[in-house]
């Protein structure tokens, strides 16, 4: 059964809706900049992929804008959107799954922060939303999603895993129609986390760069409708995409280092094409886990070349966390749609901040500026803390 | 006995609960009806003052990867009843690394330990948080680090969504192994009691006794009056059908299947009344029964945990869907024992488990009074011996997901 996207939704740094977020990656925006979210005194890097003026919308119930998350407002604009486009009725045929990893911990750690300094705190309601859970209960609630909840929170790679999980209810016919994608916001908790692990780059990130110092934080949402592809044309539905399979493997080898040899990444990518019926050879895009850290970049580069052979040298690889940071539990969901962005617009995304070549990454990253290119098939790789490793092929839609 | 093509067995199950540590102590306290509710050391006066905490324990009994010595206690916990649940399973280590899998559910993770690291940063400022903790308080934390002390490559995903977590796990790990993408599965999970958690139910205003009465924990007893809190962690050996007839093992019990929805619910906040429940849960039924109305099941154990509201919610889908079957049902949970925690769930799977196997029907340990009104057997206080052939669970958390799923007895 082919499953196909149906409606997408974006926010992030390059802003609000997903036309922004196409505009932003063809033309090589960097949305990386001064962190203003919280006070920055004491980290070693005050960079940050900032979602600027977020504000509940006036479409949003009072009920819900009372307690809602950071988290949970970033991931009810982006699925408005998707909803909207799709034109999705609700019903207890369709689900819901959602990636993410902090949840409400923005106001929760501000809470305990004041609770601890005997401040004054701030509405009891902000627990509320703590659970990541919340997020895909109150779409759930606005967008009529009575069939199969999930919440998936494998750190960086919950998104990809999101859709992978709803593209598998729909072949198990437990739904026709998933609402689904990934959501983070930005937190002093995980901030603070990658700053001592001295993991933070002090200026935007410079994902393969021979200079590359580490990530930058970023915060948003990707939302999407997956639908079975007969129920999507018997409705008239615009079709984005094809979700073609997704691959999922785990390291077994450290909580944050990732495997020397790599394979577990590969083993990744070798699963979802095999899923998908892709040939390594079909391969016209990745879009890459590319965080800029020293250890990432270049193993996934040794992964990509064990997955392509020779040609992986033809094949363009480039990082859009260098425009809109790393999002964590919404990377894998927003990388996704970074793919649709270019099957659909026949353009590659560049790699930006990519100054200096590092002689053991040395494939086509396209550094700086977009690349017009009209492509069919594009894989997306996720890399979570933890190895669990998690590989996503979409394909053009004739 | 044929199994359904789709189901999936349970070999193995591992437990570390408020009222023993291990399928047996857990088992023969809960059919003894005894409680892990006691005194907590405070000197706090307002509720809570009970809780259902787990014992002290040697995890290092059971783990032997290094990996560990720097692991948090949630993850501890998770992977110690891996363990158990492997060996229960009498499963052997020659199994293809990348065949087997792992699903955990949890609502909050390490909590107690994000706290500890909150307060430092707090504190003491940014440049002195450690830096180990950190990757310790992902969600997936407990999942990785299995995956490291096993050596399993395969699928790896974690759950978290509030009080169906330790469900959702189960569901997903069936999901997993029906679409080949693991032969065997670890699936359960696992959450702490803390503080912190206990400010946000105080918040909720769920605690037992804040709204008056006395404090204690009776799930569906005529004068319950809130939650109290426990902690704990299971997992369960979820394997396809010809996994367990190649190797010629015996089953506990099978996970037919389950049905995932949502009913609807205030904001933030649990289902009222869910009328919306009966349609899943009666395809459900007929899908792994067949269709005949009057079709029950033998046990239902419920998430019931003394709250007015979920518990008076779930007899009444309960009694929707069943109806005139509902007399002969027996009806529990296992709530009274361990208290309610979001992965509770995963405990009450290995108990379900445990009943079809015994035929057994876990005690309301501190069921006083009855509803009178509700058409169920409501288990007594004490065990009960009874043939069971199948199974269900159903379970509802704030904001309004929830979960069943059917289990039937093994040859």
């Known amino acids: 059964m082919r499953v196909v996207i149906t409606g997408a939704g974006s926010i992030n740094a390059l802003g609000v809706g997903t036309a922004a977020f196409a505009d932003g990656l063809r033309h090589g925006r960097c949305g990386i900049g001064a962190l203003s979210l919280f006070d920055a005194a004491g980290y070693r890097s005050a960079c940050a992929a900032e979602v600027r003026s977020l504000a509940s919308p006036a479409w949003l119930p009072k009920a819900i804008a009372r307690r809602a998350s950071r988290s949970d407002l970033l991931a009810l604009i982006a699925a408005r959107e998707a909803v909207d486009a799709a034109r999705l009725a609700g019903g207890t045929d369709v689900g819901i799954v959602i990636g993410a990893t902090t949840g409400g911990m923005f106001g929760s750690e501000e809470q305990y922060r004041r609770r601890l300094g005997h401040l004054q705190p701030l509405r009891r309601s902000v627990m509320a939303a703590t659970p990541v859970s919340t997020s895909a209960d109150v779409l759930a609630r606005l967008f009529g999603c009575q069939g199969p909840r999930l919440t998936v929170s494998t750190a960086c790679s919950s998104g990809g895993n999101a859709l992978g999980i709803a593209a598998d209810w729909i072949r198990a016919g437990r739904a026709t129609a998933v609402l689904c994608g990934g959501v983070d916001s930005l937190c002093r908790m995980t901030f603070s986390g990658f700053n001592a692990l001295q993991a933070l780059d002090t200026v935007p990130c410079r994902p393969f760069d021979r200079d590359r110092a580490g990530l930058s934080l970023g915060e948003g949402a990707a939302m999407f409708v997956l639908e079975d592809t007969e129920r999507a044309q018997a409705r008239g539905a615009t079709v984005l995409a094809e979700f073609m399979g997704y691959g999922v493997s785990a390291d077994a080898h450290h909580i944050t280092q990732p495997r020397p040899d790599a394979a577990g990444a590969l083993r990744a990518m070798q699963r979802a094409l095999q899923e998908s019926g892709v040939a390594p050879e079909e391969i016209d895009y990745v879009n890459a886990h590319g965080t800029a850290t020293p250890l990432n970049d270049v193993l996934e580069t040794r992964a990509l070349k064990a997955l392509l052979g020779p040609r992986a040298y033809d094949v363009p690889v480039s990082s859009t966390k260098s425009m809109v940071g790393h999002c964590l539990g919404a990377a894998g969901a927003i990388e996704a749609l970074a793919c649709v962005v270019a099957l659909r617009g026949g353009f590659v995304p560049p790699t930006v901040n990519l100054k200096h070549a590092d002689p053991e990454c040395d494939l086509d990253y396209v550094p700086g500026h977009s690349r017009a290119r009209s492509i069919r098939t594009a894989l997306s790789n996720s890399y979570g803390f933890g190895g669990n490793n998690t590989s996503v092929v979409l394909r053009a839609w004739q | ?411």
């Open chain 2, 1 to 411: 006995m044929d199994a359904t093509p789709q189901s999936v067995a349970v070999t193995g199950l591992g437990v570390i609960s408020p009222i023993g540590i291990g399928r047996d102590a857990f088992w023969s306290a809960l059919c003894a009806g005894q409680s892990g509710i006691a005194p907590l050391a405070t000197t706090e006066a307002r509720v809570p003052r009970l809780a259902a905490r787990i014992p002290e324990f040697a995890a290092r009994h059971f783990i032997r990867s290094s990996h560990l010595r720097r692991a948090d206690g949630l993850s501890r916990s998770i992977v110690c009843a891996a363990r158990m649940a492997l060996a229960d399973a009498g499963l052997p280590h020659a199994l293809p690394p990348e065949r087997l899998g792992i699903v955990v559910g949890s609502a909050l993770g390490d909590v107690a330990e994000s706290a500890q690291y909150l307060a430092r940063l707090f504190t003491k400022g940014p440049s002195l948080v450690s830096p180990m903790m950190f990757p310790n308080l992902v969600l997936n934390a407990p999942a990785s680090y299995a995956a490291m002390e096993l050596g399993c490559t395969g699928a790896n995903l974690t759950v978290s969504h509030g009080e169906i977590s330790g469900e959702q796990a189960i569901a997903l790990g069936c999901d997993l192994i029906r679409a080949g993408r693991a032969d065997v599965v670890l699936a359960g999970g696992g959450d702490q009691f803390a503080e912190i958690v206990v400010a946000a139910y105080r918040d909720y205003r769920a605690l037992s006794s804040q709204r008056g009465g006395p404090e204690w924990c009776s799930p569906y007893d005529v004068d319950r009056n809130g939650i109290i809190l426990g902690e704990g962690a299971a997992m369960l050996v979820l394997e396809s059908a010809q996994h367990v007839r190649r190797r010629a093992a015996t089953a506990y019990a099978e996970l037919v299947d389950y049905v995932s929805f949502g009913v609807p619910a205030p904001a933030y906040d649990w289902p009222l009344r869910a009328p919306a429940a009966a349609g899943p849960l009666r395809e459900l039924i007929a899908r792994c029964l067949g269709s005949s109305t009057d079709t029950g099941v033998d046990v239902v154990c419920g998430s019931a945990n003394s709250s007015r509201r979920l518990d008076a919610c779930e007899i009444d889908v309960l009694a929707r869907v069943f109806g005139e079957a509902a007399p002969r049902m027996a009806l529990t949970s296992i709530k009274g024992a361990i208290g309610e925690f979001g992965a509770a769930g995963a405990l009450s799977a290995v108990a379900t488990c445990l009943a079809l196997r015994e035929a057994i029907v876990p005690p309301l340990c501190n069921l006083t009074r009855a509803p009178t009104d509700a058409p169920f057997r409501f288990a007594v206080p004490r065990a009960e011996r009874r043939p069971l052939q199948t199974g269900l669970m159903l379970s509802m958390a704030r904001g309004g997901g929830s979960i069943a799923l059917l289990f039937r007895r093994s040859a």
